[in-house]
């Protein structure tokens, strides 16, 4: 009996355990879900005035990946290559341009689009068009330019693995907001701008809510199959 009763304890502390860690990769689904509803209705806004830009934007800000209008000049000689990125399957750069911004004393990072390397001359800066003057800018407010893994040290020249802003700004004395934009429209001045769009993650937490919901089902089928059913079998046929 008191093994009976120890592996009925096991049976329903297994049932109690995987079904809340199902309840609780679907709520994570769920906080993905809106999180990137969210996302998605911000994108949808009128375009953020330049003078309404903010000094600083937390990670969750209501203003994140809001459309913005920009005007200003470029600064190329701060253009960035961020080497290895895709854009459509094919490996190339993000061109990154800081703009000093019209009417104001700060510089913002621009990620202007996408272009293809030269792979016979990887060194080779790829052509790419910056009008000189005032310029206007579409874009959306996005955190700085993703990194990439690279070794820990400290990148130069034009092309580059990955951007630290905090180093960048005192590499070069500029004013730099410490978020960027990123900017959208069809392909100009050389560059793609088919940005990927990220999808919300959610079906990864609802599958393994199923899964671990699949794990409680067997427990309970094996428990009633070993400890009910077969116990009663046996109990007939002697």
Do not use: C
Request: hydrophobic share 45%; aromatic share 10%.
């Amino acid at each position: 009996m008191l093994k009976r009763a120890l592996i009925a304890i096991a049976a329903l502390i297994g049932i109690a355990v995987t079904v809340n860690l199902g309840f609780w990769q679907w709520g994570r689904g769920q906080q993905r879900t809106a999180l990137h509803d969210a996302t998605q209705a911000r994108a949808r806004l009128a375009p953020l005035a330049q003078d309404a830009l903010p000094a600083q934007i937390a990670p969750d800000d209501a203003l994140l990946h809001r459309p913005v209008v920009l005007r200003g000049e470029w600064l190329p000689a701060q253009t960035i290559f961020l080497d290895n990125r895709q854009m459509n399957a094919v490996p190339g750069f993000y061109v990154v341009t800081p703009l000093r911004l019209a009417g104001r004393g700060d510089v913002i990072l621009v990620q202007r689009g996408w272009v293809q390397r030269n792979f016979e001359r990887r060194e080779a800066l790829p052509p790419v068009q910056t009008p000189a003057g005032v310029v206007e800018v579409r874009g959306r407010l996005a955190p700085p330019p993703a990194k990439l893994y690279a070794f820990d040290k400290e990148e130069k020249g034009p092309i580059r693995q990955n951007l630290d802003l905090t180093r960048f700004r005192a590499e070069t004395g500029l004013p730099l907001l410490p978020y960027s934009v990123q900017q959208t429209g069809t392909a100009s001045e050389g560059l793609l701008r088919q940005w990927p769009q990220a999808g919300s993650g959610a079906e990864k937490n609802f599958g393994y809510a199923f899964q671990w919901w699949a794990i409680a089902a067997l427990i309970a089928i094996l428990y009633v199959w070993f400890q009910l059913l077969v116990p009663r079998r046996q109990a007939r046929r002697a």
